[in-house]
Nanobody
């Protein structure tokens, strides 16, 4: 059974940094797309950063150059290093996964994700 648990959220001032972690179980990174999404109050869920099975990352324009996605297969953990945080980065952040079977790696960066964590709140004050 696929399971994802996020941690690392918190409150920081503008310009600060945070690192989110997501411990996964029930699958391996080589078989699943994984990524980070966020949703601010009253807004639609936004794709932030995703990994294909080969470890190729993709980023939303709004975070490129400030956020960095990484993963540790041995620890079964996905990370999101967030730097130069802005108030508009305030949101609930979720990690997510989807099997790449029958889909191909390109799906990882544009397709729907089916397994979700419970989320971790990030609040950036000006």
């Amino acid at each position: 059974q696929v399971h994802l648990v996020e941690s690392g959220g918190g409150s920081v001032q503008s310009g600060g940094s945070l690192r989110l972690s997501c411990v996964v179980s029930g699958f391996t990174f080589g078989d699943y797309c994984v990524g980070w999404f966020r949703q601010a109050p009253g807004a639609e869920r936004e794709r932030v950063a995703t990994f294909d099975t080969g470890g190729g990352p993709a980023y939303a324009d709004s975070v490129r150059g400030r956020f960095f996605i990484s993963r540790d297969g041995a620890k079964k953990t996905l990370y999101l290093q967030m730097t130069s945080l802005k108030p508009e980065d305030t949101a609930m952040y979720f990690c997510a996964a989807v099997s790449v079977r029958y889909k191909g790696d390109s799906y990882c960066h544009t397709g729907q994700y089916y397994h979700w964590g419970q989320g971790t709140q990030v609040t950036v004050s000006s």
